[in-house]
């Protein structure tokens, strides 16, 4: 043994250290990865560092998110299709070829015929900046970006009712000391692996945990009561809680007098209803509603979060916002261990919504059609309110547009849309419509491959910036790995641009910080206020909570202690019906089934990046159907074998996978595999009224054995 030690020690020749945080979900995870030189090739191994949020774990994805940044397929050299085939360019020429086609496009069809379709994967910096490309360099009111499909109904929701939205009211530090907690369409066992502790931990301690899915999930496994619900009916079901809570009387009449507008109404409405009603809707039944809300009611502290279950339905933020009607009715916020969470989804999933990537935002979460705003940014710009657009349409609309002939260029970073949107066949056959599609990317996606030209951009390994974690705390992601190639950083790639477009004097950063130090003065005095925070400050304290106005302000760790963010300072309750106003795609006869989508641990989004790593990709090689046996046998679906599943879209094949724990009206399948496993094509085009978020979570399906 210890002779083995010795020639594996002597095998190791040097040793570097990266520090860094990881790619994927919204815990930002610091990470160190160890590169090793061994005697004919490199070893790798990565190790969790300690942090306020994530105490120094990581979980299998972030262990292993070396091996796709390793990837041989990884893209080195810019790539232009010459006569359908891609041919290595230089990035010279990359350049003059987006200024030939985006002058000619702003040319031939008009100023906003040009779209940018941007990414919460980005760091701040980089999300700040190409909002400003497309006001400033590429003046197109059309930007709008993936999170739109992520966090648009629980950021809308929020700021309706408390005025501002950071994904939680509270540090996670409280979790463990709160009474009782509802997990609302969450699966942080797979989706934040290491946050999960937070909520054992609560456990131990004695809380209560509900948990709201129509499956059973590693995470739901924890709650003392689950509630497995019809998808798509969580507006209802909050309406059953609330009902409970009003008539066992466990509000809270002060905080609702003092705090809130809004009660009445909300009462009428509520007691209204009959909970036989709610009962049939979402399929749970009174006695367990009952057992939830008095349990909720009872105890002195509680928290609820929601998470795409609830939010990826057309009426998501409605939905939402009932949960946060429970809130307020029982005060349980602006208190020690009392809070909501809006359980953030990627790595900069919360930043990148702030900072004006959004079509109807400025940066600092200004609204592009509020004068002061515009003014405001107008003027650290150093241009005329006049010259910036007004606001755009939402990312799956641009498609339409793009359909419609309005929009006929278009600048996309760091997403695959043609896997990611609803009603993806349509989707691809809009991009294909394009006079000119440039991609920014690390891989050849399914959504890269449609591109008339592809950049090749740098991972979390190599770009140095900041990212906002789901608490809503800044961190610096240190990067300084060496970019493979001719690769650049995705903020060099937009400063390259600019300046070809002949904006270079809005565009001369040679630094993340540097544009940083801008997003700061940017952001100074909206609600997202980052002004205090500073690349130093952020090295020594490790991240820092927002809002934070300035330099010797320690952030902000719990929300709305004195007073909720609208300018009368009152949180605002509202009517939330259980009839949505669009109405959702039900079930009939042809369609029998419904279908809901998500993850797995081990993929992450469209699985661009881990279907490339090795070790993860082992893990599920494929997509699957999960199904309850019941059903499958009504369909003679024998376990493990191949099902078409077809909605009034088109249709995927996918493997059976038989669970008795799902509900047996409905079916799930996992969006991280494309072409003919790609679940999106079954997904239909209605977006929420409010916050144009698609139906991801329903759909009315049929299935079939395919022989
Ligand atoms: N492993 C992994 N982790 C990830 C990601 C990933 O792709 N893979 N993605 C990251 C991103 S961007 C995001 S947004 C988050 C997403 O994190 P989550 O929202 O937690 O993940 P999902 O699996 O999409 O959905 C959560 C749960 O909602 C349930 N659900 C489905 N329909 C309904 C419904 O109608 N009502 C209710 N109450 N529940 C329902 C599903 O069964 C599922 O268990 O995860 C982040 N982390
Ligand atoms: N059916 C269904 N569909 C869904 C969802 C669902 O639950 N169900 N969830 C939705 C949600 S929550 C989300 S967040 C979206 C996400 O969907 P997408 O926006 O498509 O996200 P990714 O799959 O991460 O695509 C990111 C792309 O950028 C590349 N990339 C990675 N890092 C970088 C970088 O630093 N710079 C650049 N330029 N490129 C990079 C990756 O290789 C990949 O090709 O999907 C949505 N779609
Ligand atoms: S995927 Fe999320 S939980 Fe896992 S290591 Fe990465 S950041 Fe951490
Ligand atoms: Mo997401």
Redesign the pocket.
């Known amino acids: 043994m210890l002779k083995y030690f010795r020639t594996k020690q002597k095998e190791v020749q040097s040793e570097k250290i990266y520090d860094t945080q990881c790619p994927?979900?919204?815990m930002q995870c610091k990470l160190q990865l160890i590169e090793q030189s061994v005697v004919s090739r490199k070893q790798y191994k990565t190790v969790g560092k300690e942090n306020p949020t994530t105490q120094g774990r990581l979980c299998i994805?972030g262990m292993n998110a070396y091996q796709h940044a390793f990837n041989r397929e990884r893209l080195k050299y810019p790539l232009l299709k010459v006569n359908g085939e891609f041919v290595r360019i230089t990035w010279d020429q990359a350049l003059e070829q987006i200024k030939a086609h985006f002058t000619r496009i702003q040319e031939e069809d008009g100023q906003n015929a040009l779209a940018v379709y941007g990414s919460?994967s980005i760091t701040n910096e980089e999300a700040y900046l190409l909002g400003k490309f497309a006001r400033v360099a590429l003046q197109t009111k059309y930007i709008d970006y993936n999170g739109r499909l992520?966090?648009s109904a629980a950021a809308s929701a929020a700021s309706q009712t408390f005025g501002m939205d950071r994904g939680f009211t509270n540090s996670l530090s409280e979790v463990p000391l709160t009474r009782c907690i509802i997990l609302?369409?969450?699966?942080?066992a797979?989706?934040?692996p290491t946050m999960m502790p937070y909520f054992e931990k609560a456990k131990e301690n004695g809380a209560f945990i509900i948990a709201?899915?129509?499956?059973e999930?590693a995470?739901t496994k924890l709650a003392d009561l689950h509630l497995k619900?019809k998808?798509?009916?969580?507006a209802a079901l909050a309406n059953g809680l609330l009902k409970v809570i009003m008539e066992e009387n466990y509000l809270d009449e002060a905080f609702i007098q003092d705090r809130a507008h809004g009660f009445n109404e909300v009462k009428d409405y509520v007691l209204s209803l009959k909970l036989e009603d709610i009962e049939k809707i979402t399929g749970v039944s009174m006695d367990q509603i009952r057992k939830a809300a008095i349990i909720f009611g009872k105890e002195a502290t509680g928290m609820i979060f929601t998470?795409?279950?609830?939010e990826?339905?057309t009426d998501g933020s409605a939905a939402v916002r009932n949960f946060l009607n429970i809130l307020i009715a029982t005060g349980k916020l602006g208190k020690p261990n009392c809070g909501y969470g809006a359980?953030?989804?990627?790595g900069n999933?919360q930043g990148a919504r702030e900072h004006g990537q959004k079509a109807d935002q400025l940066p600092g979460y200004r609204s592009i059609e509020n004068e002061e705003h515009r003014a405001y940014v107008a003027n650290v710009w150093g241009i005329d309110p006049d010259e910036l657009p007004r606001k755009g349409v939402s990312a799956y609309e641009i498609f339409e547009k793009i359909n419609e002939g309005d929009i006929t260029g278009m600048f996309l970073m760091c997403s695959n849309p043609v896997v990611s949107n609803p009603n993806a066949a349509f989707v691809k056959k809009a991009l294909q419509k394009l006079k000119f599609l440039v991609a920014v990317d690390l891989f050849m996606s399914e959504t890269a491959k449609l591109a008339d030209l592809i950049l090749p951009t740098s991972s979390y390994l190599e770009d140095e910036g900041t990212m906002t974690n789901v608490e809503g705390r800044v961190t610096l992601r240190e990067a300084s790995y060496p970019c493979p190639g001719e690769v650049k950083h995705d903020w060099q790639i937009i400063v390259d641009i600019a300046r070809v477009l002949g904006k270079e004097k809005y565009f001369s950063f040679s630094s993340a910080e540097e544009i940083f130090n801008e997003l700061r003065v940017a952001s100074r005095g909206g609600i997202a206020d980052y002004y205090g925070i500073t690349y130093e400050r952020l090295r020594k304290e490790g991240g820092i909570l927002w809002p934070c106005p300035d330099t010797e302000h320690k952030g902000t760790v719990r929300l709305f202690e004195k007073s909720f963010a609208h300018h009368d300072g009152k949180a605002k309750m509202v009517v939330v019906t259980n009839k949505p106003v669009v109405p959702k795609e039900d079930v009939c006869k042809e369609f029998p089934l419904h279908l809901?989508?998500?993850?797995?641990?081990?993929?992450?989004?469209t699985g661009v990046q881990t279907r490339r790593s090795p070790a993860l990709a082992a893990r599920n090689f494929e997509s699957y159907l999960e199904i309850h046996p019941t059903t499958a046998v009504n369909y003679l679906i024998p376990d493990e074998s191949l099902v078409k599943v077809e909605s009034r879209r088109g249709s995927i094949i996918v493997r059976s996978k038989y669970s008795e724990t799902i509900r047996p009206d409905t079916v799930?399948v996992p969006f991280?595999w494309a072409d003919s496993q790609n679940v999106n094509i079954l997904v239909g085009a209605d977006l929420d009224p409010v916050c144009r978020m698609p139906g991801f979570?329903?759909s009315a399906v049929k299935i079939s054995p395919l022989n």
Not at 212 to 215: G, L, N, Q, T, V
Not at 343 to 346: A, E, F, I, K, P
Request: charged share 15%; with cysteine.
């Open positions: 994927f979900c919204s994805k919460a992520c966090m609302a369409g969450t699966n942080i797979e989706c934040q709201i899915d129509p499956r999930t995470t619900l998808p798509g009916t969580d998470a795409r279950g609830v990826q339905q359980v953030t989804g990627q999933g809901t989508t998500g993850r797995v641990m081990s993929h992450y989004l799930f991280h979570k329903l």
